[in-house]
């Protein structure tokens, strides 16, 4: 079992002018004040899902990618997760918890 790096101390919460469409094949993001739209697979909306149900750990998205995919290799999960959420932050898509949006 190969251990992934150190977890994300915090994660990030979608912003709350975010809106998700839910698509056969994955989601579209939007957001209401930038206008940014942005596309997910379907292992991205697992992640965006369990983002806003509450996930409180990098674990809990990875479990959560997990379940609907036994057989995927954790570390690449682990790698997938990060990414995502990088690329959520440099979109304005997700915030630190706690941030005023006003």
Do not use: C, K
């Not at 990030?12 to 697979?41: C, I, K, M, Q, W």
């Not at 990098?58 to 479990?63: C, F, H, K, N």
């Amino acid at each position: 079992m190969i251990i992934p790096e150190p977890a994300m101390t915090v994660l990030p919460v979608p912003h709350p002018e975010v809106v998700a469409r839910v698509l056969p094949d994955g989601s579209v993001l939007f957001h209401a004040r930038t206008e940014v739209y942005f596309g997910l697979n379907e292992t991205g909306t697992v992640i965006w899902s369990a983002l806003a149900a509450g996930a409180s750990s990098e674990e809990a998205l990875v479990a959560a990618v997990i379940r609907q995919w036994p057989d995927a290799p954790q570390a690449d999960v682990y790698r997938h997760v990060r990414e995502l959420l990088a690329e959520l932050s440099a979109e304005g898509l997700v915030i630190d918890p706690g941030v005023s949006t006003g």
